[in-house]
């Protein structure tokens, strides 16, 4: 996984069309199996829910598959994204994928419907990484999808760094929603009724609140690109 920031110089638009038709071609002629691309664009910049710990925020995150990332095998990766960016940060992770995407799928290069909430993840210095795993992936998945309008959901843990100077995070969370909860907390939640809402605001709040979710956290809305489908 990528955080790459734009530079403030290039307009969003711009930088996010050169992430999609240059960097991901270059990255898939390098060997990426898969490419995703993750853009906080003009379509989500009315969001409601944005969270910033990072300063300045990465306004993309690029999820690339490969056989290897050691930095023999990951310089022409970093190149070709690189030379669209202001900075990079890389990272080794696993993932997994409790809520597929199989109610909006979209055809490779276009963008999923909806919008795609990435957060940034930092486990509690307090927790153990089995703890912490065991109430975020254990615990959280479920309640997270039973209680969110959300149509997919990837959980990546970070396994290490693989770029000097990285952000310290432990994990890239993406969940998909529709567009109305962009701006509707209601159509986020999937609450018909104000009582609803609180009712799984408070049940949210506990929840992330078991393995630190609740706080020292980025959010980036973004819309979402599968480039090149991963295997």
Do not use: C, K
């Amino acid at each position: 996984m990528y955080l790459v920031w734009r530079d403030p110089a290039v307009p969003v638009e711009v930088f996010s069309a050169a992430l999609r038709e240059r960097s991901a071609p270059r990255l898939v002629e390098a060997g990426a199996r898969g490419v995703q691309v993750n853009v906080a664009d003009g379509a989500v910049a009315g969001a409601l829910i944005r969270m910033t710990e990072l300063d300045p925020q990465p306004e993309a995150i690029v999820g690339v598959w490969v056989d290897s990332a050691r930095d023999a095998a990951r310089a022409p990766l970093d190149a070709a994204l690189g030379a669209e960016a202001a900075r990079l940060a890389a990272y080794v992770v696993t993932e997994s994928e409790p809520l597929p995407n199989t109610a909006h799928p979209a055809a490779p290069g276009e963008r999923t419907p909806g919008f795609a909430n990435v957060a940034l993840l930092r486990r509690p210095a307090d927790m153990t990484p089995a703890a912490w795993l065991d109430a975020w992936q254990g615990q959280h998945t479920d309640v997270a999808i039973e209680i969110q309008s959300t149509f997919g959901y990837v959980q990546n843990a970070v396994v290490r760094a693989v770029t000097p100077d990285a952000p310290a995070i432990d994990a890239v969370v993406e969940e998909l929603f529709p567009i109305e909860a962009l701006t509707s907390m209601h159509a986020f939640f999937a609450a018909d009724d104000d009582d609803e809402l609180g009712r799984r605001l408070v049940l949210m709040g506990e929840s992330t609140g078991r393995f630190g979710a609740d706080r020292d956290l980025d959010v980036v809305p973004t819309s979402r690109y599968v480039m090149q489908p991963r295997p």
